[in-house]
T-cell receptor
Framework: DTAVSQTPKYLVTQMGNDKSIKCEQN?????MYWYKQDSKKFLKIMFSYNNKELIINETVPNRFSPKSPDKAHLNLHINSLELGDSAVYFCASSHSSYQGPLHFGNGTRLTVT | AQTVTQSQPEMSVQEAETVTLSCTYDTSENNYYLFWYKQPPSRQMILVIRQEAYKQQNATENRFSVNFQKAAKSFSLKISDSQLGDTAMYFC??????????FGKGTRLHILP
């Protein structure tokens, strides 16, 4: 059973396109996150949702819009893709308190050409 | 399948002591990378240290060092002279040649005053 699943695993697209990455967790967690991993393997938090409400919104371009239809899903939509958006994006989930460990998805490699 | 195991869900040590966090992994590959990430309450992920599997010398970064045992597939993190600011979740991670990264479940470290 996959705990945190992301789709697609790979995404290749051209500049200017709009794309979405989906994330689902079956752990019963109420908090979900999106992280961006750059080429140097640094992971930066982008967004965090708790029970469908946005609680962390780091400095991310407005072209990135998270959507949480329910607490088991957190999708990431990206408009007008740019070359600099190429990275691996990780979804994660946890219980709302900091006591809970973070469970990561396997990542989505986005390549913008 | 590649896996990363952190057998210590939680640890506590007194300030200024040395603490070792364990990590084991499983892979059939010969060339890969290993990482330790620190996650403070902000939920940001901070890269603490990295190790290339082809390098026999253990990586060090100031008070942080690793004990990399390739044959045993072990990659422990040692924190010397621990400080209150070291309190965080620590994730061990494995990356293969395809840049696929797999995280362990994390170890919650408490540094006590």
């Amino acid at each position: 059973d996959t705990a945190v699943s992301q789709t697609p695993k790979y995404l290749v697209t051209q500049m200017g396109n709009d794309k979405s990455i989906k994330c689902e967790q079956n752990l019963g967690h109420d908090t979900m996150y999106w992280y961006k991993q750059d080429s140097k393997k640094f992971l930066k938090i982008m967004f965090s949702y708790n029970n469908k409400e946005l609680i962390i919104n780091e400095t991310v371009p407005n072209r990135f819009s998270p959507k949480s239809p329910d607490k088991a899903h957190l999708n990431l939509h990206i408009n007008s893709l740019e070359l600099g958006d190429s990275a691996v994006y990780f979804c994660a989930s946890s219980h709302s308190s900091y006591q809970g460990p973070l469970h990561f998805g396997n990542g989505t490699r986005l390549t913008v050409t | 399948a590649q896996t990363v195991t952190q057998s210590q869900p939680e640890m506590s040590v007194q300030e200024a002591e040395t603490v070792t966090l364990s990590c084991t992994y499983d892979t059939s590959e010969n060339n890969y990378y290993l990482f330790w990430y620190k996650q403070p309450p902000s939920r940001q992920m901070i890269l603490v240290i990295r190790q290339e599997a082809y390098k026999q010398q253990n990586a060090t970064e100031n008070r942080f060092s690793v004990n990399f045992q390739k044959a045993a597939k072990s990659f422990s993190l040692k924190i010397s002279d621990s400080q209150l600011g070291d309190t965080a979740m620590y994730f061990c991670a494995f990356m293969n040649r395809d840049d696929k990264i797999i995280f362990g479940k994390g170890t919650r470290l408490h540094i006590l005053p």
